[in-house]
């Protein structure tokens, strides 16, 4: 494996890894802030819309409890009983019309007498008319209530009711139709809950479903008639209704929806609060911000990468040279010198090779100059020789010659 090859995976694979670490955990850091800033906000509105609900309640009830404290009211009932007649129907008739007067929270006031009928009413007509439904009458009522139930159209209404005593004797009961226009507008405000998110307040039927009060921004046609069945457990009104205050986003609601929701018991009337929002729009923004940052770091990658590249060119273009430079003397070539501009141990081992090569270079040219030499001194030596060589062989003719002539 080459040097560069080298430097480019243990440089590019840590840094790879690390920038994965810092994406994983940045993204879940952004997700978990979301969803606690979400849940945050969620509780804050739950909790401001329950207190806002509790305080209707509670001022209905109290307005009721001072027109069921007038005596001349439980007084004027309490001789009507004992016998009746039209005067003390008018002068209660007159009462309640004065009770109704100055205030524009009650749209209607009636008396029920023990029996549950319409004695007298702010509405004539109803006078005389008797109350088939238990949840408007109960005979020797001791306290004050608030309830919101389906008037004969179907339609939602509001309804506070109390005894009248005198002496602790039960005379009959106030009936106060309450107009709740208030009470929808504090849970139909969707203020911060963005572009899916509602509140929506039930009450627990008797077969266990849960009866939203307020219209659903999904389904507005339905007219306050949204019901949710009770084996849809899944829905965090049912959590409400069964006094659990929740906060979570693995929650679904009648809509199939995964949703972001926090619920909210009040307890005086057994209703349920649901602030939500869908779980796509809470979280878009963490998955957005999550793109960028992985669109970020692949960029980044991508820029170390270039740079990797470049540096470990730099880093190497010098040894590659040096590696020529020595192939190039063990070919026998001296004179290929290496120029590296750099304060390094590259330029230094660069200038050693030099310093090398040069001395390589001057040793030849002295042993060329030794070789020259000797191969002078002995082509003079054998030129001797030769001669000598004649020499004997002229003497050995000459000798051959002696002899013959003798």
Same mark, same amino acid.
């Given at each position: ?31 978990? !802030? *979301? #969803?606690?800033?979400?849940?945050? &906000? %969620? @509780?804050? /509105? ?128 106030? !009936? *106060? #139709?309450?107009?709740?226009?208030? &009470? %929808? @507008?504090? /849970? ?219």
């Amino acid at each position: 494996m080459k040097i560069r090859t080298k430097i480019i995976l243990s440089s590019l694979m840590p840094f790879i890894v690390f920038t994965l670490v810092i994406g994983v955990t940045s993204n879940i850091i952004i997700i978990e !802030t *979301v #969803k606690e800033e979400s849940l945050n &906000l %969620l @509780d804050a /509105i739950a909790e401001s819309k329950k207190v806002l609900i509790e305080n209707f309640i509670e001022s209905n009830n109290q307005y009721l409890k001072l027109l069921s404290s007038r005596t001349k009211l439980r007084n004027t009932l309490y001789n009507y009983n004992l016998e009746p007649n039209q005067n003390d129907i008018e002068t209660m008739r007159e009462i309640l019309n004065d009770a109704l007067d100055s205030t524009s929270i009650f749209t209607s006031i009636s008396i029920l007498d023990k029996s549950g009928n319409v004695l007298v009413s702010t509405i004539t007509q109803s006078e005389g008319d008797k109350s088939n439904n238990s949840e408007l009458f109960l005979a020797n009522r001791e306290y004050e209530e608030f309830r919101i139930i389906e008037d004969s159209q179907d339609v939602m209404t509001g309804y506070a009711f109390g005894p009248l005593l005198l002496n602790g004797d039960w005379l009959g009961q106030v !009936t *106060v #139709k309450v107009n709740i226009d208030s &009470l %929808l @507008d504090t /849970i139909n405000n969707r203020s911060n809950l963005g572009e899916s998110g509602e509140s929506l307040l039930a009450y627990k039927s008797q077969n266990g479903d849960a009866i939203f009060i307020n219209n659903s921004r999904y389904n507005p046609e339905l007219d306050n008639k949204i019901i949710v069945k009770s084996d849809f457990q899944d829905d965090p009104i049912f959590k409400a209704l069964n006094g659990e205050e929740i906060s979570g986003d693995e929650y679904y609601d009648f809509r199939g929806e995964r949703i972001v929701a926090v619920t909210k018991y009040i307890e005086k009337n057994g209703w349920g609060l649901k602030v939500k929002m869908d779980y796509q729009e809470v979280y878009s923004t963490a998955y957005n911000l999550g793109y960028f940052l992985g669109t970020s770091f692949f960029v980044f990658i991508i820029i170390f990468i270039l740079i990797l590249f470049y540096s470990s060119k730099k880093i190497t273009e010098p040894i590659s040279k040096l590696k020529k430079a020595m192939e190039n003397s063990n070919e026998g070539d001296y004179d290929n010198t290496i120029s590296i501009k750099s304060n390094d141990e590259v330029a230094d081992l660069s200038k050693t090779f030099n310093d090398l090569l040069s001395n390589l270079k001057k040793n030849r040219k002295d042993i060329n100059n030794i070789v020259t030499k000797r191969t002078e001194k002995l082509n003079t030596i054998v030129k001797q020789l030769v001669g000598r060589e004649k020499k004997m062989v002229e003497l050995k003719k000459r000798i051959k010659l002696l002899e013959k002539n003798k």
